[in-house]
């Protein structure tokens, strides 16, 4: 019936049922939350800031709204409005390179989860993994392709279709991982001596990236690993126990980098001993 009809004045991309009794409208402009249980009575909400869908494949529903992708991010759409969810971790550029127009996004535990066909970092296709749950790295990207997926609730399983067979996701055995801080700015040159790192098991391989050095009395090799990005230390942790960091050289900015295959909880580095176990 010609009561029944709402109009959003644009094209809409997809809608997606959340909340009971809501719908996410997503269009090529604005997007729209429509809530009601009767087609006469339904309300339709345009909201004030323009993030188009540009992909019906990118929406997903989850506990607190509406997932989908848009030009400048991640977005979760709700009755309180639309948001960039991802624009503290990817920049706008960044996200583009991962092609959001062919993404296609499942949920599940509580993370979600963006395949996406794009080649980046010399690797074709891969997923962005977003935990918003505060139970691990906000953000992961893993080498995993998948064309599409089904959740089966019963089982509490995601199924992925990965080339020509089907998988389980988390299903297989424990993937190596490479886990990269940012860049920690200190207010002045200094040295850590010390680091420790808590793990379930060993090893687990450490590297340390300094910038502002302020001195270059530095082995040869490390000097010319630091001009080239490379690490100035690298290190294969093997137990709990504190390792000696070396103090030959001063720097104003550090990252830490791990890679492994088992659960780290803590990475810390610290001038002292004594600071260290206080940590």
């Given at each position: 019936p010609v009561q029944y009809k709402k109009s959003t004045g644009t094209k809409v991309v997809a809608m997606i049922p959340f909340g009971g009794n809501a719908w996410g409208v997503l269009t090529t402009n604005y997007p729209y939350v429509a809530v009601g249980t009767d087609p006469m009575s339904i309300s339709l909400e345009k909201i004030a800031q323009p993030q188009a869908c540009v992909n019906k494949r990118s929406a997903v529903a989850t506990d607190n709204g509406v997932i989908y992708a848009s030009p400048d991010g991640l977005c979760l759409l709700n009755q309180t409005g639309v948001q960039v969810v991802s624009e503290n971790l990817l920049t706008?550029?960044?996200?583009?390179?991962?092609g959001p127009t062919t993404m296609f996004t499942r949920t599940h535990n509580g993370r979600v989860l963006v395949f996406y066909t794009a080649t980046?970092?010399?690797?074709?296709?891969?997923?962005?993994?977003?935990?918003?749950?505060?139970k691990s790295a906000i953000l992961t990207r893993s080498s995993l392709t998948a064309a599409g997926g089904f959740y089966d609730a019963i089982s509490d399983q995601l199924y992925l279709v990965s080339g020509t067979t089907i998988v389980k996701w988390a299903g297989g055995?424990?993937?190596?991982?490479?886990?990269?801080?940012?860049?920690?700015?200190?207010?002045?040159?200094t040295t850590f001596a010390w680091m420790q790192v808590e793990a379930d098991a060993y090893p687990v391989t450490v590297k340390f990236y300094i910038g502002g050095?302020?001195?270059?009395?530095?082995?040869?090799?490390?000097?010319?690993?630091?001009?080239?990005?490379?690490?100035?230390?690298?290190?294969?942790?093997?137990?709990?126990?504190?390792?000696?960091?070396?103090?030959?050289?001063?720097?104003?900015?550090?990252?830490?980098?791990?890679?492994?295959?088992?659960?780290?909880?803590?990475?810390?580095?610290?001038?002292?001993?004594?600071?260290?176990?206080?940590?």
């Amino acid at each position: 019936p010609v009561q029944y009809k709402k109009s959003t004045g644009t094209k809409v991309v997809a809608m997606i049922p959340f909340g009971g009794n809501a719908w996410g409208v997503l269009t090529t402009n604005y997007p729209y939350v429509a809530v009601g249980t009767d087609p006469m009575s339904i309300s339709l909400e345009k909201i004030a800031q323009p993030q188009a869908c540009v992909n019906k494949r990118s929406a997903v529903a989850t506990d607190n709204g509406v997932i989908y992708a848009s030009p400048d991010g991640l977005c979760l759409l709700n009755q309180t409005g639309v948001q960039v969810v991802s624009e503290n971790l990817l920049t706008r550029a960044q996200w583009q390179a991962y092609g959001p127009t062919t993404m296609f996004t499942r949920t599940h535990n509580g993370r979600v989860l963006v395949f996406y066909t794009a080649t980046v970092g010399g690797v074709a296709g891969g997923v962005l993994i977003f935990d918003f749950t505060g139970k691990s790295a906000i953000l992961t990207r893993s080498s995993l392709t998948a064309a599409g997926g089904f959740y089966d609730a019963i089982s509490d399983q995601l199924y992925l279709v990965s080339g020509t067979t089907i998988v389980k996701w988390a299903g297989g055995a424990d993937r190596t991982w490479t886990w990269r801080s940012k860049i920690h700015s200190l207010p002045q040159p200094t040295t850590f001596a010390w680091m420790q790192v808590e793990a379930d098991a060993y090893p687990v391989t450490v590297k340390f990236y300094i910038g502002g050095t302020a001195n270059a009395s530095v082995p040869d090799g490390t000097q010319l690993a630091i001009r080239s990005g490379g690490a100035a230390w690298t290190v294969s942790v093997d137990r709990r126990d504190p390792y000696r960091m070396p103090a030959w050289i001063m720097y104003r900015d550090l990252e830490i980098e791990m890679t492994g295959a088992v659960t780290v909880h803590s990475v810390a580095v610290s001038h002292t001993s004594q600071e260290l176990a206080q940590v």
